[in-house]
C-alpha cells in the first residue's frame, strides 16, 4: 500500500514541482508569495521531504497591504493512518487538503497535531472531524485552554514529550518551551531527521508577537537546533533545500533578536507603545535587514508592544 501511495503522491506533485521555483541562495528574503512570482491559484503546493512525508503549503489570508504568505502543514502516510501537524486556516482549505490526502491514501486521518492554536492553524480543523469522526487532536495543555470554546479542541495532551508510534512512523511531539503562541508543540522524527516547528519558524516573516514570549522564543529555537535534524520545516515561509532551511532558520533567530533589542532601544529611548493600536514607537524603529520581511508593517507594533511587556514583567502566564 506504501508503495501504491508514493506512486500516487509523485503523480499529485507534478503540479507542485512545475509551479516551484528552483531553491538558491537569491531567493528573495520574503515570504509574500507574489515575490516569487505565485499567486493564490498556485495553491495548494507539496512537496516530498523523505519517503511518506510530505509539506503541505495552503495560504494564510491576507494583511491590510493584500499580502499572502503560506501556512505549512506537515501530512505523515505510517501505513496505519495518516498524522497532520497542524491543519490550514479555514473549512475550505482544510478540506482541499483531505481531499489530496485521499489521493495519495486511503488510510484514514487518525491524529492532528496542534503545533499552534492560532486560527490560521486551526481554523480547519472541523473539516477533519467532519471527515473522520474518530480522529484525535494532540495538544498542549496551553492550547487546549485557550481551545476551550472551540468544538475541537485537544484532547490528548503533550506537557513535554508524547511519543506517538503509528505503523512505520515514529513521532516526537515535543514542548520545547514557550515561543510564538505560549503553547507551541514541535514534531520530530529522528528516524528520518524531520523537525516540523510550525511556527516556532517564521521563515522570511517579520517575528509575529501577538501572543509571544520574546526572549523565551530565542530558548526555543536554540533547543530544536541542538536536536540537529536534516529538515527543519517552517509554519510560514517557502520550503527549499535542507541546507537553506536551516540557514534561514538562523536568520529568523537574528530577526528575533535584531526585532526585540530594537524594541528595547525605542523603550529607552521614551517612545511609547500602549498596544498595538497606540504604539508612536513604530514611527521610530529602523528595522535594518528585515525591513521588507513579510507582514512587517502589521507585525511591527504587535512586537514592540509584546517586548514591552515582557521588560516591564506583565507578560500574561500560560
Known amino acids: 500500500m506504501l508503495a501504491l501511495a508514493c506512486l500516487g503522491w509523485a503523480m499529485l506533485l507534478s503540479h507542485a514541482a512545475s509551479s516551484a521555483e528552483p531553491s538558491g541562495v537569491d ?69 482541499l487538503m483531505i481531499e489530496n490526502i485521499k489521493k495519495l491514501t486511503d488510510e484514514p486521518i487518525k491524529y492532528v497535531v496542534i503545533a499552534s492554536d492560532h486560527i490560521d492553524h486551526v481554523g480547519g480543523n472541523a473539516a477533519f472531524k467532519e471527515a473522520y469522526p474518530n480522529v484525535v487532536f494532540i495538544g498542549s495543555p496551553v492550547s487546549q485552554r485557550r481551545l476551550a470554546k472551540d468544538p475541537n479542541p485537544p484532547t490528548m495532551l503533550v506537557s513535554e514529550q508524547r511519543s506517538l ?16 503562541t505560549g503553547g507551541d508543540l514541535v514534531a520530530w522524527m529522528p528516524q528520518i531527521g524531520v523537525l516540523f516547528l510550525g511556527e516556532i519558524y517564521l521563515r522570511d516573516v517579520f517575528p509575529a ?26 509554519g510560514h515561509g517557502f520550503i527549499d533545500d535542507p541546507a537553506i532551511m536551516r540557514r534561514e532558520l538562523d536568520e529568523a533567530r537574528q530577526a528575533l533578536v535584531y526585532v526585540i533589542g530594537e524594541a528595547k532601544r525605542l523603550k529607552e529611548a521614551g517612545y511609547a507603545c500602549e498596544s ?17 520581511f513579510a507582514l512587517r508593517s502589521s507585525q511591527a507594533p504587535l512586537a514592540i508592544a509584546r517586548v514591552y511587556l515582557e521588560l516591564d514583567g506583565k507578560l500574561p502566564e500560560t
Open 27 to 95: 531567493s528573495p528574503h520574503s515570504a509574500d508569495i507574489s515575490k516569487r512570482n505565485l499567486t493564490p491559484k498556485d495553491f495548494p503546493r507539496w512537496q516530498q521531504l523523505e519517503r511518506n512525508v510530505y509539506a503541505y503549503e495552503g495560504l494564510h489570508s491576507p494583511d491590510k497591504q493584500g499580502v499572502i504568505v503560506n501556512t505549512v502543514s506537515l501530512i505523515v502516510v505510517t501505513g496505519d493512518g495518516v498524522v497532520v501537524i497542524d491543519g490550514q486556516g479555514d473549512v475550505p482549505q482544510t478540506r
Open 165 to 180: 508510534r503509528l505503523g512505520a512512523a515514529q513521532i516526537e511531539i515535543l514542548n520545547l518551551g514557550r515561543a510564538h
Open 276 to 292: 498595538a493600536a497606540n504604539c508612536p514607537a513604530a514611527e521610530h524603529a529602523n528595522w535594518g535587514p528585515y525591513a521588507n
Open 209 to 234: 508577537m501577538r501572543s509571544a514570549y520574546p526572549t523565551e522564543w530565542l530558548a526555543t529555537i536554540r533547543k530544536a537546533v541542538y536536536l540537529n535534524p536534516t529538515w527543519y520545516i517552517p
